[in-house]
T-cell receptor, first 111, second 116 residues
Framework: QKEVEQDPGPLSVPEGAIVSLNCTYS??????FMWYRQYSRKGPELLMY??SSGNKEDGRFTAQVDKSSKYISLFIRDSQPSDSATYLC???????????WGAGTKLIIKP | DGGITQSPKYLFRKEGQNVTLSCEQN?????MYWYRQDPGQGLRLIYY???????QKGDIAEGYSVSREKKESFPLTVTSAQKNPTAFYLC???????????????FGAGSRLTVL
């Protein structure tokens, strides 16, 4: 069993919809939870990171962590075609511990 | 602008040849990383380096080699011993070694290697 599970999709939704992307994990020692966005043939770029449990909001994006369920989510409101990309979750204990990555979910926003 | 430059963007190799992928950063970051990305598998760590002249194997180091002679540079050599080298290779860096905060990585644009 992988330490981090993420549905690879693709997930296809119409423009303007609310998108929910999720990851589950098994290691309760993880403290930092990140979401990266990767456009085709490009390197990943950090969208948001969250420490421990709770919510964090940045514009149309909300990251949510539920440590009791070992489940993290990224919500995208008012989705745009430019949001079409692969979204990777990553998590770690922090410091010099390595990041553990999900497989990435391919998101397609249809105009 | 600060960032990470990877070259070449596309590379073709014949079986049995070694190839070297370049990674240069001007972010003054201490730690640098090489990842391999295959469809549906996320990122897998090949090698990482936290300081000059020191580097550690990641999860899939076999068939790869690195050097870290300068803080700014962390080249990756894909040797002929790597059985399935066709993949997208990503270089990343982060500031600080030994801190306790989030280990947020900055990535380059990647290099796609195809073995013919």
């Amino acid at each position: 069993q992988k330490e981090v599970e993420q549905d690879p999709g693709p997930l296809s939704v119409p423009e303007g919809a609310i998108v929910s992307l999720n990851c589950t994990y098994s290691n309760s020692a993880f403290q930092y939870f990140m979401w990266y966005r990767q456009y085709s043939r490009k390197g990943p770029e950090l969208l948001m990171y969250t420490y421990s449990s709770g919510n964090k909001e940045d514009g149309r994006f909300t990251a949510q962590v539920d440590k009791s369920s070992k489940y993290i989510s990224l919500f995208i409101r008012d989705s745009q075609p430019s949001d079409s990309a692969t979204y990777l979750c990553a998590m770690s204990r922090g410091g010099n511990y390595q990041l553990i990555w999900g497989a990435g979910t391919k998101l397609i926003i249809k105009p | 602008d600060g960032g990470i430059t990877q070259s070449p963007k596309y590379l073709f190799r014949k079986e049995g040849q070694n190839v070297t992928l370049s990674c240069e950063q001007n972010l003054n970051h201490d730690a640098m990383y090489w990842y391999r990305q295959d469809p549906g598998q996320g990122l897998r760590l090949i090698y990482y380096s936290q300081i000059v002249n020191d580097f550690q194997k990641g999860d899939i180091a076999e068939g790869y080699s690195v050097s870290r002679e300068k803080k700014e540079s962390f080249p990756l050599t894909v040797t002929s011993a790597q059985k399935n080298p066709t993949a997208f290779y990503l270089c990343a860096s982060r500031t600080g070694t030994g801190f306790t905060g989030a280990n947020v990585l900055t990535f380059g644009a990647g290099s796609r290697l195809t073995v013919l």
